[in-house]
């Protein structure tokens, strides 16, 4: 069973920072793509950024370019993301996801495996 947990989640103020894990549980993540996505409240949930372990260069939507980062524990199946100069615009929950594969993702695509989600706030 696939299993992913999310944490790492909180409540900051606009330009900090956060880091969110998703952890694999009874699997390793070396043949699989992790995507990040999130949904705020009212909203559709958007994906945030894909990863293909394999390929190991990750893909960011336009509104997180340069501000989020995603990267593979180079000794644990964990995967980060990192989220600098945080906006309120960027509150919502956060889900990590995970489907096989090991061509280099596309933001497109669909997801087997999913997290339960982690909330972050943002607000002054």
């Known amino acids: 069973q696939v299993q992913l947990v999310e944490s790492g989640g909180g409540s900051v103020q606009p330009g900090e920072s956060l880091r969110l894990s998703c952890a694999a549980s009874d699997f390793a993540l070396d043949y699989y793509v992790v995507g990040w996505f999130r949904q705020a409240p009212g909203k559709e949930r958007e994906v945030v950024s894909c990863?293909?372990?394999?390929?190991?260069?990750?893909k960011y939507a336009e509104f997180v370019r340069g501000r989020f980062a995603v990267y593979k524990d180079h000794f644990k199946d964990i995967v980060y993301l990192q989220m600098s100069n945080l906006k309120v615009e960027d509150t919502a929950v956060y889900y990590c996801?995970?489907?096989?594969?090991?061509?280099?993702?596309?933001?497109?695509?669909?997801?087997?495996?999913w997290g339960q989600g982690t909330q972050v706030n943002v607000s002054p």
């Open positions: 990863l293909t372990i394999r390929d190991g260069r990750p």
């Open positions: 996801a995970a489907v096989f594969g090991m061509s280099r993702c596309e933001l497109d695509w669909h997801f087997d495996y």
